[in-house]
Nanobody
């Protein structure tokens, strides 16, 4: 299974960016897909996730500014980030808890991170 993320970059404070992630491979079922972020010296933190058949969940710090959306048929998840702040600067990771057709065992899969830099 691969999670391919794209869309990071440099943006000014108050600007917008959109991150996209596509999961591919022998996927049997997906519990949720989402985005996490990490800054140097800190643990990876949840930004937003969207479960299959459920409502999105957001970190308090991004509520009202970020919107997560998912295409269940295509196994993709996007994160629209608006009103970006310098403190949003981080490496963003796409993550998904899913089971494959290989062993049907659920586990977390991660994509390679994409850097988002918000300048003040």
């Amino acid at each position: 299974v691969q999670l391919q993320a794209s869309g990071g970059g440099l943006v000014q404070s108050g600007g917008s960016l959109r991150l996209s992630c596509a999961a591919s491979g022998p996927i049997f079922s997906i519990d949720f897909m989402g985005w996490y972020r990490q800054t140097p010296g800190k643990e990876r933190e949840l930004v937003a996730t969207v479960p299959s058949g459920g409502t999105p969940k957001y970190a308090d710090s991004v509520k009202g500014r970020f919107t997560i959306s998912r295409d269940h048929a295509k196994n993709t998840v996007d994160l629209q980030m608006s009103s970006l702040k310098p403190e949003d600067t981080a490496v963003y990771y796409c993550g998904s808890q899913l089971a494959t057709t290989v062993d049907y065992y659920k586990m977390m899969y991660w994509g390679k991170g994409t850097l988002v830099t918000v300048s003040s």
